[in-house]
């Protein structure tokens, strides 16, 4: 491997000469050539990337195009195998994401590197090659944290704080290093729009006291509203650079996936609305655990004909309500009914039966056994639906082989060879199948939690497109989403849940980002606790 | 040089045929070299010790008797730890079963006619899967760990049969001796005509070949195995993790007491203060090497048969402790685990920091 | 007589409060190993041995902590480097440690052995019934509870302490933060299975100065079970241990005043009181659930 540095070729002149001109006596981080290989795919190929002090710099692609790898070599976690990085114009090796740290780099990661049983100084004290006394450390966490307007109690236990308070403490962890560039894995993913905001004030105070910000994200509205300059890269490779402020998002769009996106639209078709197909009662549910979310007096019609959306933050009880609809966490019988037949205490096979299809966040050890192949994967959820997947308690391996290829085809299911196990296919491909599954079978309902997480735009649109039809058909659809953007492209209504409560579903027409974000912030909950 | 692993994308089926093969080969090359230490020729000694039983008929019938509990346990043990659940007493329930099946020719002496053996048989199960219910239970009611509430029953069995046979049901003209009085001709577990095997044998063959069966074609096979992958997808399927946990717990147990009641009524014809060499851990080694599947479970069970008759052999003739067998039975479960890595993983070998270009695949 | 039981008492908590705060100490870092009665017998049989040979018992005791870390060293590159199932590999290290100490401790069956002597602290020792309870003992004993105050000082008072238990708590965070998580499991499972030999050197050299075979008994096991029980906190382990210790001394003491039950009986007891013990504290979901490792038994792979 080792390519080395003269060798450094870029593949479209463009970027080039974008280097050449960007790199300057500011230049704070000069990545030349990088590349990273795992087993057979090249994950990194040849990057070269310049970040100057005091510009927030966007690194932009699809899942899977590299950002991650790119990013974790900068913070240390992971060695390029070839290209070399200069910091400060000083070629360096950054063996570890300590000497990382030791150089000025820190890093906001988008699951969190925090620990749930530790408090909040001693998560902070971990990062810091000196943290000094606890209690010394815990009084410059509070007055750094209030200097930037994130304010945070040193004691808490992370187990204990919403998602928005735990970025808070990466992001002040990070202020305690005293960094040069911090790196920002899709910071705003998990705020709400009014906490992004916040953010955004934050990261613009850092740029112009002369830190720069290398952010990845997805959401190319806030690129360009925030970031001064845009590094896009596409199958490991860097394919662009630009200045966002001049580009649109539809524009950045077709640069990270190669070719215009097909964006979908629910208000294409009207929907003819049926009657209500699936009822929540007053769902209610206390917390299993010590960290899940309590559910309280969930109401909602989902209604044949329409995709009702249900908005909100990771942690909010999605995960809770999921299961209670699904049947895995049982709750009292009326609670859920599903066609005029309450439920809420028959197990999820009954519901099947009930022409009921689920499809979890989770499709690796949730939706999908990993260690099986996708034909015995098929028998997971339809064993029990009348499809002769099992006669006298016998398996068919041949039905199931049937049905695998009829909805690879479908689906558009890629894999390398025929029937693999689940955990070989991409993240799209597997989310798929696994949605593919579920309407294959043309339920009457249809519950999908968070249906393009992590998939990239070409599966994403095509199973958008692929619920509206559901839906448009006569089936009720209800998608639980963590994106706007999703929500507001295929719902006809939206709900938002914050805290275990839910807000009315609302029109879409009648919904805008605002009014969804304060809903989320809390107002969900006001709304739940008057009702 | 440092190891790392590299995650293959699916299960090398390969590997998963090889990797107990490559852990007996393991296992044979460590005891060679403990019987070089010892100061014995490793050649002759693992011959006599691996080989050697299997050529002569009786050592070679001795092979078979020692296996048939192995295997019958094994099977049961395959149900649960397939279905992640973590059944390590064994022992006890191969215990408690043979007291259950034994209570019958002990309490009632009299009742011998062709129900005999059969009643003793029910009852040898029922015992084994009740003994296996309690950490079941515990485990589904409140939680418990029952890692250590199923071994903790093992102690507790053994000091039960202890006290049964040196206290009310020792043999009243047995001269004080701490064993039952033996048992009669109905309540013994006779050997097929024409051959020095028990019944047990193939009554063990017909489990193994039900459960392969079960495991390999049916929902249930189905719903074990993913409960036993991946919990979370077992119950969107729609199963119930609770109720198989007790399954499981009842077919291992019953199985092992069920070998229990075979070994008492067909090997020794009495209750002793010991009647298990051990059976119970071995499975846990048998169950392992077979991978967990009936037919490679009854391979394994000749393996580690082989081992204690091995390790007689040795002792015999060459004056090497008989203690080596349970030596060569604990590195052999260490190698079939270490080798099982290779069913997942990759393992590559690395010289120095940066210099991944030499690196060589396994 | 209250002495007197007290004093048996301290012996058979003894084994139990060194083996189970090195396993908590393992634990913490995320790793079941259920190899501690594996470990012990080596520890016991390893420290029997090398006493017996060299006529030392301080020699006899290092090298069963020696024995205990060799053992652990094995359990630790399967189950941290190969990646093994770690139930199935503890079990394992317990099944080759009973028959290695079988092997090993054949030549010493039957044959007397070497007691360590007591330690009389002067003055304190010389108070009236606490004197000898408490200041005339082994060194053993003193070191057993000077490890429960440096472990607990050493989990939540230093920053080496912190580390160890965010790496059980989140390995990825730790290494995502730079922390070497195998190599940090590494140490604490040596330090476990040092722990382990050194109960296990307690039992054939101050116990019952003997060897017989398989003389653990199942206290390896009850160890693990004492873990669980102190909710992960060392000081609660004393507790545990002399609870325990207590149960298990009942035996002696019954006989002594001639009670009619069956001796069997009495012996299962500390048997039976695991089990007890063990669903009065998993009952409490809330309980175990806030406090157990989060990664405790989960495999870690880096990647690269």
């Known amino acids: 491997m080792g390519d080395g540095v003269a060798e450094t070729v870029t593949t479209t002149g463009d970027a080039g000469m974008a280097r050449q001109s960007r790199s300057g006596k500011d230049t704070l981080l ?140 990466e992001i002040v962890r990070c202020l305690l290093q005293e960094p040069q560039l911090i790196i920002m894995d899709e910071p705003t993913s998990v705020l709400t729009p009014q906490e992004a905001d916040l953010l955004f004030l934050t990261l613009e105070r850092l740029a112009k006291e002369g830190c720069a910000v290398l952010y990845i994200s997805h959401r190319l509205e806030e690129v360009k509203r925030i970031c001064h300059h845009a590094t896009i890269l596409r199958h490991g490779q860097v394919v662009r650079e630009c200045d966002p402020t001049k580009e649109t998002p539809a524009s950045l769009a077709s640069m990270m996936v190669g070719a215009d996106v097909a964006s979908v639209s629910a208000s294409a078709q009207k929907p003819v609305i049926g009657e209500t197909r699936l009822a929540l009662k007053n769902l209610s549910a206390k917390a299993a655990t010590p960290f ?73 050890g949730h939706g999908a056994v990993p260690g099986m192949k996708l034909s015995q994967n098929i028998v997971l959820t339809r ?25 690879k085809k479908t689906y558009d299911v890629r894999m390398s060879h025929d029937d693999p196990e689940a955990r070989s296919l991409s993240g799209g491909n597997l989310q798929k199948f696994v949605v593919g599954r579920e309407l294959d079978r043309k339920p009457g309902v249809l519950i999908v939690n968070q249906p393009t997480w992590g998939v990239d735009a070409g599966a994403a649109a095509l199973i958008r497109q692929a619920l509206i039809d559901l839906a448009r058909s006569g089936s009720a659809v209800l998608v639980i989403s963590q994106d706007l953007d999703e929500i507001f492209e295929i719902a006809d209504r939206i709900a938002v849940i914050s805290r275990g409560y839910l807000s009315a579903a609302e029109p879409t027409d009648d919904m805008n980002r605002e009014r969804v974000g304060l809903l989320m912030a809390g107002g969900a909950e006001a709304q739940g606790e008057v009702a | 040089m440092r190891v790392e692993l590299v995650k293959r994308k699916e299960h090398s089926r390969k590997m998963a045929l090889l990797s107990p093969l490559i852990a007996v080969g393991l296992t044979a090359i460590a005891a060679g070299i403990i019987f070089s230490i010892s100061g014995h020729n490793p050649l002759s000694g693992l011959y006599k010790f691996f080989i050697e039983p299997l050529t002569q008929e009786w050592s070679f019938n001795a092979t078979i008797a020692k296996a048939t509990p192995l295997i019958l346990i094994a099977c049961g043990l395959s149900v649960c730890y397939l279905s992640n659940n973590w059944n390590i007493g064994a022992e006890g329930q191969f215990i408690v079963g043979a007291l259950f099946g034994s209570a019958l020719p002990i309490l009632m002496p009299d009742f011998e006619n062709a129900a005999t053996l059969p009643l003793m048989m029910v009852f040898g199960v029922i015992g084994g899967a009740l003994w296996a219910l309690i950490p079941a239970v515990l485990k589904t009611r409140f939680n418990t760990n029952e890692i250590l509430t199923s071994l903790m029953l093992v102690y507790v069995a053994s000091l039960l049969l202890d006290y049964l046979v040196r206290g009310p049901w020792r043999d009243p003209g047995g001269y004080n001796f701490p064993e039952s009085a033996m048992f009669s001709d109905a309540a013994t577990l006779s050997t097929i005509p024409g ?58 147990g019953g199985l092992a007491g069920l070998a229990g009641t075979m070994e008492v009524s067909g090997a020794l014809n009495q209750l002793l203060p010991t009647i298990s060499p051990g059976y119970g851990f071995t499975a846990i080694i048998v169950a392992f090497l077979g991978r967990l599947n009936p037919f490679g479970i009854i391979v394994a069970g000749f393996v580690l048969a082989l081992s204690y008759i091995g390790g007689e052999a040795v002792q015999s003739a060459m004056g090497v402790s008989n203690k080596i067998a349970s030596v060569i039975q604990g590195l052999l479960l260490f190698f079939v685990l270490a080798c099982d890595t290779l069913i997942l993983y990759r393992i590559r070998f690395v010289g120095r920091r940066g210099s991944a270009g030499e690196a060589s695949h396994v | 007589m209250f002495e007197a039981v007290l004093l048996t008492v301290i012996t058979a908590a003894t084994p139990l409060l060194i083996a189970a705060i090195g396993e908590l100490v393992v634990e913490r870092s995320g790793v079941l190993n259920l ?147 195998i190599r940090i499991r590494f140490a604490a499972v040596l330090f476990g299975g040092a722990c382990a030999g050194l109960a296990g050197a307690y039992m054939s050299l101050a116990y019952t100065p003997q060897w017989v075979e398989n003389m653990t008994a199942g206290r390896g096991w009850i160890a693990l079970a004492l873990v669980v029980f102190s909710s992960w906190l060392p000081l609660r382990v004393v507790i545990g241990a ?63």
């Open chain 1, 30 to 169: 000069d990545a030349r050539g990088l590349t990273k290989r795992f087993g057979d795919i090249l994950a990194n190929d040849r990057v070269d990337l310049v970040i100057n002090r005091g510009e927030i710099h966007a690194l932009l692609g699809e899942n899977g195009a590299g950002k991650s790898t790119l990013v974790k070599m900068f913070y240390g976690s992971l060695e390029p195998d070839g290209g070399e990085i200069l910091w400060q114009g000083r070629r360096v090796d950054i063996g570890n994401p300590a000497a990382a740290r030791d150089l000025g780099i820190g890093m906001v990661f988008q699951h969190f590197s925090l620990f749930e049983a530790l408090s909040v100084v001693e998560n902070i004290a971990l990062a810091l090659p000196n943290p000094g006394r606890m209690s010394e450390l815990s009084n410059r966490i509070q007055s750094v944290s209030r200097d930037y307007g994130l304010p945070l109690n040193p004691g808490d236990i992370v187990a204990d704080l919403p998602v928005g308070i735990r970025q808070r403490i």
């Open chain 3, 242 to 304: 002399y609870l325990f210790g207590a149960v298990s001394v009942l035996n002696l003491h019954a006989q002594a005043v001639e009670l009619d039950i069956p001796s069997q009986l009495l012996s299962s007891l500390p048997y039976l009181a695991t089990i007890l013990v063990l669903v009065l504290i998993s009952a409490n979901r809330r309980l175990t659930l806030v406090n157990t490792p989060a990664c405790l038994g989960k495999p870690f792979v880096p990647d690269r």
């Open chain 3, 35 to 181: 190899g501690v009665e594996g470990m012990m017998i080596m520890g016991a049989v390893v420290g029997f041995a090398v006493a017996n040979q060299t006529g030392s018992g301080t020699l006899g005791v290092i090298a069963a902590v020696a024995a205990g870390m060799a053992m652990s060293a094995l359990f630790g590159f399967l189950v941290l480097v190969l990646v093994t199932n770690q139930v199935a590999t503890g079990l394992a290290l317990t099944i080759l440690g009973i028959g290695f100490s079988g092997l090993i401790g054949e030549a010493f069956i039957g044959i007397p052995g070497l007691k360590l002597p007591d330690l009389y602290i002067p003055v304190l020792s010389e108070i009236p019934f606490f004197g000898p309870v408490f200041f005339q003992q082994d060194a053993l004993v003193y070191i057993s509870f000077a490890l429960v105050i440096a472990v607990a000082y050493f989990l939540f008072r230093t920053r080496l302490g912190l580390v160890l238990r965010s790496v059980g708590d989140n390995h990825g965070s730790a290494h995502a933060l730079g922390y070497s998580v």
């Open chain 1, 292 to 364: 899940a979310t309590a559910l309280n007096n969930v109401s909602l019609d989902l209604r044949a004909g329409e995709v009702v959306a249900i908005a909100g933050v990771a942690g909010n009880g999605q995960g809770e309500l999921f299961d209670a609809i699904s049947g895995e966490m049982p709750v009292a019988a009326d609670m859920v009914v599903l066609d005029g037949k309450p439920c809420g205490n028959r197990n999820i096979t009954w519901r099947r039966r009930q022409n009921a299809a689920f499809v979890p966040e989770e499709r690796l």
């Open chain 2, 195 to 252: 051959t020095s095997l028990s019944f047990a044998a193939p009554i063990t063959l017909i489990v193994a070949i039900v459960l392969a069966v079960i495991l390999g074609k049916t929902l249930k096979g189905f719903e074990i195995r993913v409960m036993g992958e991946s919990p979370r997808a077992g119950s969107f399927a729609g199963f119930s993790a609770k109720k198989l946990t007790l399954f499981s717990f009842a077919t291992a």
């Open chain 1, 383 to 407: 064993h029990s639906t009348g499809d002769k997947l099992v006669s006298a308690a016998f398996l068919s391996a041949a039905n199931a082989g049937k049905m695998e290829q009829r909805i």
